[in-house]
């Protein structure tokens, strides 16, 4: 959650577009500037990630979105076992 609040505060971009804001309510939903959106939480039944995206432009804007969210994720060391996929 932190390093995606860190990319919307040095102004990094998500699938080429502005991130417009990071909500941290159940997670952190990156915003972007076209109302295209990726979400990565908690599962609420499995000790797993999830990560939902949605685009408003494409389908491929909404891969993008999910490979940009899955680059921040692997990053992170404290994550362990990790295999969403689209």
Request: charged share 25%; net charge negative; aromatic share 4%.
């Amino acid at each position: 959650m932190q390093k995606l609040v860190a990319k919307h505060e040095a102004g990094d971009t998500f699938a080429g577009r502005a991130i417009k804001e990071v909500v941290t309510v159940n997670g952190a939903r990156v915003i972007l500037d076209n109302g295209s959106w990726g979400l990565v939480r908690a599962s609420s039944n499995t000790p797993n990630l999830v990560v939902v995206c949605e685009s408003s432009q494409s389908e491929a804007e909404m891969r993008a979105i999910f490979a940009d969210i899955d680059a921040v994720i692997r990053t992170e060391p404290g994550v362990g076992d990790y295999d969403q996929t689209i």
